[in-house]
Structures are given as structure tokens and as C-alpha cells.
């Protein structure tokens, strides 16, 4: 018989790590899904609890050891697992450091054991800061905050591990994603999260500015089968653009999510338009999103109950929130 791919996912339980195991499992993969819970939930991945080829470890990435026994004989690891919040980082820098830094190398140092066929890592847009537009994998990468920081910091540190230990590695810059179980409890999370669960309690949304702000909005499964595709076509040492490739306006977003908006005092320095190129990685990996925004929303929409497990941020808890990014960037 032949043996299954075996893969180790970090950040299981949350939002995409959640979608990239249902992806593992339905591809036949053996998975072992690890997560402290900080920001996700098991409830995510309920479905494949008694699965025989799923495994739940309740762990910190921060605690792994290099012997890790959760990381011998794997074929593929996904790091998923890591904070991303550009005003909490300003706030408290430290402990994104030390989680997407510090964190990454310990998972890293504990795939050593395994002769893997490919580390991916989830990297993301922010590390380009205010980049032109639509932006290459070759744009400068100027992060505006210690969370993009620490994400482009990570990504260094995955290809170096891959080039020191001949460590097959990719890394998947994402942009917006969205979806069912994007569901954020420690911050106001994405702009299409924050507006689930502002329509959840029939509230209007709230927008920064105009709406003119645009996006490149990706849906989840879209992603999973990102991460994938990378693992199997994915080129070594390549960082690698995951949008739609069509940005989007907010004032839009809020027609297709019908609902009316209430305006925030809008973010200077904040990109105005975020748009992937995704060319690169359609050429080298045969990847094509496949989910219209449409029709993502309306997935989303019908599931509208999740958002639901999420804290309500109203006008005036969100302008105390951001309170920190007007005394860096006034």
C-alpha cells in the first residue's frame, strides 16, 4: 500500500489553517493540526475530530523543542501559526516578535527532523507597506508596522533555515483574505470580519474614510488550495502573491454585504489600494482563484451565525483603538 503524505499544520484551529486542513484531509493526507487556541478554535475543525487520519495537538509554537515528536517522518509542514495586527503591534511589538520570529524558528528548527518535501510559511501583504500598484514579489518590501516587520522577518528566517539545512521552503505573501471562520476575538481582525459581525447585530458599518479604499480580497478556500499547490509546485526560496488579483472598493464591499456604513476618521499613511499580481505564482504553480467575490460573500452570509463567537467592536471602541496608530502616523 502506498504510503499517505504526511503534513503538520501550525495555527490548525484557526481561520485559513482550519480550510487548509479540510484541504489535507479531502487530498488524503495524514495531518496533525497544532494550535494553542489564542486566536482559533477547535470548533473549526469539529468535523474531522474522530478522523482517522487527523491528529489535535493543543500546543504553543513557542514550546515546541527541536525533538518535537510531532515533527518526525512528515512530507510537508504549513506554518500557519502567528499574530497579525498592525495597531496592536505598535502597541506591544515584543510579543509579535517573539511570536512570528521567534515562534517560526522554533517550528523550523523542529522540521529539521524530517526530510520534507516543502516548509510553507504564511507570509503576508504587509510586508510591502505602501507599495505600487499592482504589486510584484520584486517590490520593495517596506512594512508600515512591527506586525509586517515581523512577518517579512519570519520569512527571511524560513529561507535561510531552507538554505543553511536543505530545507525544500515556499512562502505565500496573502491579501485579504475572507470567509467563514474568520472569526477574531482578540482584534477587530479584517474589515470583512469586523462587518460580519457589525451586520450579525444589524448594525451599520463602520468605514474609514470615503470607501474609496480599495482591496484584493481572496476567499479561503481559495487559499488552502494555495498552500497546496505551493507544497507541490511551489519553486524553493520563491516567495509567492496570493490575491485575487482584483481590487475592490469598500464602499462596494458594502453594497454586496448589504448594509449601510457609518464613517470613521480615515487612517493616514494606511495604503489606499491593495492589489496582488499574482502572475508569478499562476505561471510557476498552475494556481488560479476560483472563488468570484459574489459568490464568497454569499457563502459567508449563509454561515452569518458564526460571527456570532466574536466581540463587538461599536464607533467608539474602534476610535479608542486606533488612538495608537493617529500618535505614530499623525
Same mark, same amino acid.
Given at each position: 500500500?502506498?504510503?499517505?503524505?504526511?503534513?503538520? !499544520?501550525?495555527?490548525?484551529?484557526?481561520?485559513?489553517?482550519?480550510?487548509?486542513?479540510?484541504?489535507?484531509?479531502?487530498? @488524503?493526507?495524514?495531518?496533525?493540526?497544532?494550535?494553542?487556541?489564542? #486566536?482559533?478554535?477547535? /470548533?473549526?475543525?469539529?468535523?474531522?475530530?474522530?478522523?482517522?487520519?487527523?491528529?489535535?495537538?493543543?500546543?504553543?509554537?513557542?514550546?515546541?523543542?527541536?525533538?518535537?515528536?510531532?515533527?518526525?517522518?512528515?512530507?510537508?509542514?504549513?506554518?500557519?501559526?502567528?499574530?497579525?495586527?498592525?495597531?496592536?503591534?505598535?502597541? #506591544?511589538?515584543?510579543?509579535?516578535?517573539?511570536?512570528?520570529?521567534?515562534?517560526?524558528?522554533?517550528?523550523?528548527?523542529?522540521?529539521?527532523?524530517?526530510?520534507?518535501?516543502?516548509?510553507?510559511?504564511?507570509?503576508?501583504?504587509?510586508?510591502?507597506?505602501?507599495?505600487?500598484?499592482?504589486?510584484?514579489?520584486?517590490?520593495?518590501?517596506?512594512?508600515?508596522?512591527?506586525?509586517?516587520?515581523?512577518?517579512?522577518?519570519?520569512?527571511?528566517?524560513?529561507?535561510?533555515?531552507? /538554505?543553511?539545512?536543505?530545507?525544500?521552503?515556499?512562502?505565500?505573501?496573502?491579501?485579504?483574505?475572507?470567509?467563514?471562520?474568520?472569526?477574531?476575538?482578540?482584534?477587530?481582525?479584517?474589515?470583512?470580519?469586523?462587518?460580519?459581525?457589525?451586520?450579525?447585530?444589524?448594525?451599520?458599518?463602520?468605514?474609514?474614510?470615503?470607501?474609496?479604499?480599495?482591496?484584493?480580497?481572496?476567499?479561503?478556500?481559495?487559499?488552502?488550495?494555495?498552500?497546496?499547490?505551493?507544497?507541490?509546485?511551489?519553486?524553493?526560496?520563491?516567495?509567492?502573491? !496570493?490575491?485575487?488579483?482584483?481590487?475592490?472598493?469598500?464602499?462596494?464591499?458594502?453594497?454586496?454585504?448589504?448594509?449601510?456604513?457609518?464613517?470613521?476618521?480615515?487612517?493616514? @499613511?494606511?495604503? #489606499?489600494?491593495?492589489?496582488? @499580481?499574482?502572475?508569478?505564482?499562476?505561471?510557476?504553480?498552475?494556481?488560479?482563484?476560483?472563488?468570484?467575490?459574489? #459568490?464568497?460573500?454569499?457563502?459567508?452570509?449563509?454561515?452569518?451565525?458564526?460571527?456570532?463567537?466574536?466581540?463587538?467592536?461599536?464607533?467608539?471602541?474602534?476610535?479608542?483603538?486606533?488612538?495608537?496608530?493617529?500618535?505614530?502616523?499623525?
Amino acid at each position: 500500500m502506498e504510503k499517505k503524505p504526511r503534513s503538520l !499544520v501550525t495555527g490548525a484551529a484557526g481561520f485559513l489553517g482550519s480550510h487548509l486542513v479540510d484541504q489535507l484531509i479531502k487530498a @488524503d493526507h495524514e495531518v496533525i493540526g497544532l494550535d494553542n487556541e489564542t #486566536n482559533g478554535s477547535w /470548533d473549526n475543525l469539529i468535523q474531522w475530530e474522530k478522523h482517522p487520519r487527523f491528529t489535535k495537538v493543543h500546543q504553543d509554537i513557542l514550546e515546541i523543542s527541536p525533538l518535537d515528536i510531532h515533527f518526525q517522518n512528515l512530507d510537508y509542514v504549513f506554518h500557519l501559526a502567528g499574530l497579525e495586527c498592525p495597531v496592536t503591534s505598535i502597541k #506591544n511589538p515584543e510579543v509579535f516578535y517573539t511570536t512570528n520570529v521567534h515562534g517560526t524558528i522554533k517550528v523550523l528548527q523542529a522540521a529539521r527532523q524530517s526530510k520534507l518535501k516543502k516548509f510553507v510559511f504564511a507570509c503576508s501583504s504587509s510586508v510591502y507597506g505602501q507599495a505600487s500598484t499592482p504589486t510584484l514579489e520584486t517590490d520593495a518590501t517596506i512594512p508600515l508596522t512591527p506586525s509586517g516587520l515581523t512577518k517579512l522577518q519570519a520569512e527571511e528566517a524560513v529561507f535561510h533555515w531552507g /538554505d543553511l539545512f536543505e530545507m525544500p521552503a515556499t512562502s505565500l505573501r496573502i491579501f485579504n483574505a475572507y470567509g467563514p471562520r474568520s472569526v477574531s476575538r482578540l482584534y477587530p481582525g479584517s474589515v470583512f470580519s469586523l462587518w460580519m459581525k457589525q451586520k450579525a447585530e444589524e448594525m451599520p458599518f463602520t468605514l474609514l474614510g470615503n470607501g474609496s479604499h480599495s482591496r484584493d480580497f481572496i476567499y479561503c478556500t481559495d487559499v488552502a488550495n494555495a498552500f497546496y499547490v505551493a507544497a507541490l509546485e511551489g519553486k524553493d526560496g520563491e516567495s509567492y502573491n !496570493v490575491g485575487s488579483g482584483k481590487p475592490l472598493e469598500l464602499q462596494e464591499l458594502a453594497r454586496l454585504l448589504k448594509g449601510k456604513t457609518t464613517a470613521l476618521k480615515d487612517r493616514k @499613511d494606511e495604503p #489606499n489600494k491593495v492589489w496582488a @499580481d499574482i502572475s508569478k505564482f499562476q505561471f510557476d504553480c498552475n494556481w488560479q482563484p476560483r472563488v468570484p467575490i459574489e #459568490n464568497g460573500i454569499e457563502f459567508s452570509l449563509d454561515v452569518l451565525q458564526e460571527w456570532n463567537r466574536a466581540p463587538l467592536w461599536s464607533p467608539e471602541k474602534l476610535d479608542s483603538f486606533f488612538s495608537t496608530w493617529f500618535e505614530v502616523y499623525s
